[in-house]
């Protein structure tokens, strides 16, 4: 086996094995019946990852060296437009899911981001924009079109136990399918490049930048759902034990009526700073 | 090879349950079946209860166990399968197992894809041949146990399921859990203020048969012991103050209680230790309790469960509420925390809740914990309300949510369920005035931990006493797959010309067992409801509001 390929194939079982990829979140999901108010959530923060991703291809595609490159960001982002799909682009796909969880695409279009997706989007951005390409190809090529099926076959099940039909989910089945045969493009296009050391640590470190924002990304979904679920969580212990009089003060903070408008004006003005999708995407294009 | 052994986290980290505030004990479970394990093995027990969410997939990412074992119990079933599916994705080598109640009471839902096996019932022995047998056969994956009892496992597309195993005769001959391989969570397990607590177990079985209780046909109608001195070698050996004794009814057998003090006596052991056990033992053994509170006994956990002897018969509890309360008075005497367990249901009115609260408030109940009357899988009224479900999303069956449709509507329902924290809230503070005064020593040991318990509680009360908390964690869960669709409290109502108790047996035990004369009817119609008097608190509070309502008219 060439180093490209074996370099290809130790990668691919990195990010098999990435806890971006594995995240206990989607293993909850896989194995427990919730519900689709918890998919609205689910589906609010992560419409703005899918409307976002077509972006990152524009944009590596204007950086793109040669026309083998050239050839599989276009023909993703074909299908991102819509092949292979009736004619509708990924994003529409995902609204009429998150429409049907409950959720309101046209409200969530003009609104803020959330903290979650806007991390992700703006790590991406960062990555297909300032840093060398292979590490953006890395990024928007294995962090995603070989990572997404595995989440998704996490996805998918818990996604019809609660009751979506199938074309409901259509946006989760169809990337099964696509992203398999985009993974396969892009092999053999990666194949060409990762023929050096350095070419292999780009690819490897931008892959590696994209699932751990993932990681982070799941983490802040997970959140989100459970704050809906119960917002007045009792944070437990973390992974140290908390000293009696931090337990003291989180109680005293908690439980003053100051403390709590304190924090929910940090929030709203956190979240009042976070810009509309459009317009990170519209920033993101000019300065591309 | 390598050995992982998970404790799985409650999936909502600010999710009602009592290990958020209450109780948090060692996952002996693991301990126990990790003492089995050969020392050519290396054993690691991750405590997710304690450790950041991403460790888990660090750890089987980078260290790559070849087996991955987990415990469930009925509430914990989702989070056991994501340990195990994960296990699966990442490290797919991995024979991945499962055991506890819930595997064993309820195995068909751990028979899945990303699953190797399942262990039913006491684990040590089985465990110790898995191991070895997995350890011959990795090298070829093969991932067939035929011959293990006490296990199933996935053939095919076929669980083999193998014989039943005979239960361990001597508990003295399994090995002692190795609480080492949890040495980097000591002192982060606490009952209450007791922090920095040790658990153990002295005994397993039950020989009662309640049916809303699973223990009985886990362990077979069957109670084993420790012998005095094991128990005490591994009180002594615990570096803790406080030790938790995890029996499900360590006062049962008169004879091993005495040695048991006698032993304690002779070597002068001086540890704080709670258990479980029933009441009527503690009022029909005044003199034994003192003796046990003075080998160091501070803490009784009992199911106390109603304030209605119909209720209790109803329940096969074999207990009256006078025997409660006698209980709980030597209880209070002798300084011994009084922790009681009570159960409302889903056919209870405003009168029924105040009528409760009102009794703990009179026994004065240490630290009452107010839970609501469950079908758990595997209990006998599991069997004969099954079909009547709300949910079958275990996570609600917690004994915090009702799973069976409330005859009131639900929100009144759980505004009374709610209140339980702020009406019983007289007999908390009597009783541990009581407790401290009478037991000075106890008073100094808590008491550092006293501001960290109270300042954790606080918080989990302030969800606890916001009913809607209750029906956020059930919203779009109802009446979900599985349950039946739009069922309401008519279709559960329990009629009158149901068979009394004591008729022919209705509900099957299981078939190892002997099959008990069980009574259909749980809930009594013709059960007078208990006398309906406001606790004095709750009068209280509601003069005080009419009077603002008065002045704000
Ligand atoms: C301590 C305890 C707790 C602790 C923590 C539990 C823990 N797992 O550490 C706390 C206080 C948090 C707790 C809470 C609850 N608990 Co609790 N708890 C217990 C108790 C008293 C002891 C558990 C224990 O450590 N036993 C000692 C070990 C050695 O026994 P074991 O767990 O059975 O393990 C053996 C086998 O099962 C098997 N095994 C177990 N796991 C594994 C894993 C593998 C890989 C293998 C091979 C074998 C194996 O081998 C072990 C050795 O023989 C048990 C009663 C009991 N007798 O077990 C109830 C019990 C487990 N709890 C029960 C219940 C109902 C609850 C609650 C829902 C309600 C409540 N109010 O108590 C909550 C739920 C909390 C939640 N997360 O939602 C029920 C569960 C019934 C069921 N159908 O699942 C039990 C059985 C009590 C009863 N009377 O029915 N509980
Ligand atoms: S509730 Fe207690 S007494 Fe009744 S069977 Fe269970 S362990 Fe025994």
Known sequence: MSSARKFLAELRQEIESHVGVNHIFLNRLAVSPMAKQDYRVFAENHYPLVCAFTSYLELLLLRAPDSEARLWLSRVLVDEYGEGSEGKDHSTLYAAYLNAAGGDSAAEDAGVLRAPALEFIETHQELVRKRPFLE??????????????????????????????????????????????????????????????????????????????????????????????????????????????????????????IGRRVEEMRQSRQQAQHPTLEALLQRCRAVG | MKILLVMPTPYETGRLGLENSVWLSEPVALTAIAATVSDRHEVKVLDMRLEREEVLAATIAQWRPDLVGTTSMTTDVYQAKAVLRMTRQIAPGALTVVGGHAATL???????????????????????????????????????????????????????????????????????????LIDKYKGRYFFVSARGMASIFTSRGCSYDCNFCAIWEFYERRTRYLSAEKIVDQMEACDEQFVFVLDDNFLTNKK??????????????????????????????????????????????????????????????????????????????????????????????????????????????????????????????????????????????????????????????????????????????????????????????????????????????????????????????????????????????????????????????????????????????????????????????????????????
């Open chain 2, 256 to 553: 091993r209680v005495l040695a048991f003090c006698e032993e304690i006596e002779k070597r002068g052991v001086k540890k704080f230790w709670m258990t479980q056990g029933r009441t009527d033992f503690v009022a029909d053994n005044p003199e034994i309790m003192a003796r046990l509170s003075r080998c160091g006994m501070i803490g009784l956990l009992s199911g106390f469960e109603s304030n209605d002897d119909d209720n209790l018969e109803a329940l096969r509890k074999k207990n009256t509420w006078e025997k409660n309360r006698r209980a709980n008075d030597i209880m209070r005497e002798l300084g011994i925390f009084s922790t009681g367990i009570f159960m409302v249901r889903a056919d209870w009115e405003e009168a029924q809740f105040d009528a409760l609260y009102e009794y703990i408030n009179t026994l004065e109940i240490g630290i009452p914990l107010v839970t609501i009357l469950t079908p758990l899988p595997g209990t006998q009224l599991y069997r004969a309300y099954k079909d009547k479900l709300m949910t079958t999303d275990y996570r609600l069956f917690d004994l915090l949510h009702c799973v069976l449709p409330t005859k009131l509507p639900r929100e009144e329902f759980y505004k009374h369920f709610a209140r339980s924290i702020d009406d019983c809230d007289p007999s908390i503070r009597r009783a541990m005035k009581n407790v401290f005064v009478k037991r000075p020593d106890l008073a100094r040991a808590m008491a550092p931990h006293m501001p960290w318990f109270y300042a954790r509680t606080w918080r989990y009360q302030r969800v606890h006493r916001d009913h809607t908390s209750f029906l956020r964690d059930e919203e779009g869960l109802l009446n979900g797959p599985g349950a039946r669709d739009g069922l309401t409290w008519e279709d559960i109502q329990y009629p009158g010309d149901e068979p009394s108790i004591g008729d022919e047996p209705r509900i099957e035990a299981r078939e190892t067992l002997v099959q008990l004369k069980i009574p259909k009817r749980i809930w009594a119609d013709d059960v007078p409801a208990p006398e309906a008097k406001p606790a004095p608190r709750r009068k209280a509070l509601e003069a005080a509001n009419t009077q603002v309502q008065k002045e704000a008219s």
């Open chain 1, 136 to 257: 953006g190809l890395g990024a928007v090529g294995p962090g995603h079109e070989w990572s997404i099926p595995k989440m998704f076959d996490s996805i998918i099940p818990g996604l019809r136990r609660a009751g979506f039909d199938e074309q409901e989910i259509g946006y989760f089945t169809l990337h099964l399918d696509q992203d398999e045969d985009h993974g396969t493009w892009l092999e053999e296009a990666l194949a060409r490049y990762c023929d050096t050391e350095e070419a292999q640590q780009q690819v490897r470190r931008g892959t590696l930048a994209s699932l751990e924002a993932r990681r982070r990304f799941w983490d802040g979904v997970q959140a989100a759902v459970i704050r809906y679920r119960q917002p007045r969580a009792t944070r437990p212990d973390g992974p140290e034990p908390r000293r009696v009089l931090h337990e003291v003060a989180l109680t005293a903070w908690d439980g003053s009526a």
């Open chain 2, 106 to 180: 309820q195995p068909e839902e751990f028979q899945e894809p990303y699953i190797d096996v399942i262990v039913q019932g006491e684990g040590e022995e089985t465990f110790e041949q898995l191991v070895e047998r997995w350890d011959a056969q990795r090298d070829v994956q093969a991932r067939t146990f035929d011959g293990i009892d006490g296990l199933r496992y996935a053939d095919g597309q076929q669980w083999a399921v193998m014989p039943k195993r005979s239960q361990v005769k001597n508990l003295d001959e399994l090995p002692v859990p190795d609480r080492g």
